[in-house]
T-cell receptor, first 109, second 113 residues
């Protein structure tokens, strides 16, 4: 399985944008980039995924580098409820979601 | 219904007990999973079921025995557990053949005494 590298922790202020980076230099051509997050005392939840183009949904945006070796999850206006561990995961046509260590995001009021 | 429901939410069991964790979903997902999560660590995949058949066992000790009686239910039978098996056990479901759009339950917090 291709590996991802994320910072252990990041801090943000409420109502400011947050850019969460992920490096995946060994990504294969068929790997999608997925982001999940885990709020305190809850199971993980799906955030967004993409292959080559930037993607937007109601929760976040995903910016993918042209060479696909890195990506950035963008929360446009962080709220206190966005404090969570964010996981960047690579995967294709498989049923094997493997979590890395993720980034713990703290949001300050 | 867009939820995965896990019961019980908390469980305390002795090392000689037999107990079961239950997971239910009604989203029509044909892939279901068990994960184990220790404190401050990421979830670790234990088992994958596709179309009610066990497709992946991540070298889990035999004291954990999964069962998928139908497409909506997933059980995890526990027997002769050790204190180090204390953890949050998460169930998830998804469409077959993808790692996107998994839906996770809130987990069962298991304590082995």
């Amino acid at each position: 399985d291709a590996k991802t590298t994320q910072p252990n922790s990041m801090e943000s202020n409420e109502e400011e944008p947050v850019h969460l980076p992920c490096n995946h230099s060994t990504i294969s051509g068929t790997d999608y980039i997925h982001w999940y997050r885990q709020l305190p005392s809850q199971g993980p939840e799906y955030v967004i995924h993409g292959l080559t183009s930037n993607v937007n949904n109601r929760m976040a945006s995903l910016a993918i580098a042209e060479d696909r070796k890195s990506s950035t999850l963008i929360l446009h206006r962080a709220t206190l409820r966005d404090a969570a561990v964010y996981y960047c995961i690579l995967g294709g046509a498989t049923n094997k979601l493997i979590f890395g260590t993720g980034t713990l995001l703290a949001v300050q009021p | 219904d867009t939820e995965v429901t896990q019961t019980p939410k908390h469980l305390v069991m002795g090392m000689t007990n037999k107990k079961s964790l239950k997971c239910e979903q009604h989203m029509g997902h044909r892939a279901m999973y068990w994960y184990k999560q220790k404190a401050k660590k990421p979830p670790e995949l234990m088992f994958v079921y596709s179309y009610e058949k066990l497709s992946i066992n991540e070298s889990v000790p035999s004291r954990f025995s999964p069962e998928c009686p139908n497409s909506s239910l997933l059980n995890l039978h526990l027997h002769a557990l050790q204190p180090e098996d204390s953890a949050l056990y998460l169930c998830a479901s998804s469409q077959v053949g993808t790692v996107r759009g998994y839906t996770f339950g809130s987990g069962t917090r298991l304590t082995v005494v």
